[in-house]
């Protein structure tokens, strides 16, 4: 695989989680 496309898709899943816990803490609180 290309290590920048890799990189790129760590990165999207990243954010994607970030995005998932601070979703969950707005419910959350």
């Known amino acids: ?3 920048n496309l ?3 898709l760590t990165t999207t ?3 994607l ?3 998932v816990a601070a979703a969950l803490t707005a ?3």
Request: hydrophobic letters at 60%; aromatic letters at 6%.
């Open 1 to 3: 695989m290309d290590t």
């Open 6 to 8: 890799k990189f790129s």
């Open 13 to 15: 899943v990243i954010v």
């Open 17 to 19: 989680g970030l995005i």
């Open 27 to 29: 419910v959350l609180h």
